[in-house]
């Protein structure tokens, strides 16, 4: 008699215990509590991978930089007089950000780096004399970037 007491409360405390795993509703779900509404639940699209900007036919790197990740600083470079391209591509890891190049002594630019697709630029300079200045890049962490200066071969 004891071991059929026993028994049934075992069986007792394992149907207490099962019972409490299921959901509110009585369904063997566990209750998930409700999901966050200010977090957006569709995903973001895609984005291409990253690559270094393309060498144009007749024309050499004097400086291929990256993949880097926010500001970065190149110490002296010297740009040939004549006509020289300065290549960016970017993409940001959410929203669109800024992306300032700048050479010390000529100025610099800025272009968009967007979160979505690789932005790719190209800038062309032209020197009257061959300078050496020093080559800046700033912006923020969340950006990813290549940068190549190129100058016709001679």
């Known amino acids: 008699m004891r071991s059929r007491r026993a028994i049934l409360a075992t069986a007792a405390v394992l149907c207490g215990l099962l019972t409490s795993c299921t959901g509110g ?3 063997d779900k ?5 999901p966050d509404p200010s977090r957006s639940t569709v995903a973001p699209p895609p984005q291409e991978p990253l690559t270094a900007p393309e ?3 007749g024309y050499e790197e004097i400086l291929s930089e990256g993949p880097h990740r ?3 600083q190149f110490g002296t470079i010297e740009l040939p007089k004549g006509e020289s391209w300065i290549k960016v591509n970017c993409i ?3 929203k669109a950000v800024d992306l300032e190049l700048s050479l010390e002594g000529i100025g610099g630019f800025s272009l968009g ?3 979505v697709e690789v932005e790719k630029n190209a800038n062309q300079m032209n020197l009257n004399a061959a300078r050496k200045l020093h080559f800046t890049v700033v912006t923020e962490e969340s950006v990813r970037w290549y940068v190549s200066i ?5």
């Open 70 to 72: 926010g500001a970065q």
């Open 113 to 115: 780096c967007s979160g």
């Open 92 to 94: 940001s890891r959410a």
């Open 30 to 34: 566990p209750s998930v509590a409700d």
């Open 25 to 27: 509703d009585g369904s």
């Open 55 to 57: 060498v144009d036919a």
């Open 150 to 154: 190129q100058v016709p071969k001679r």
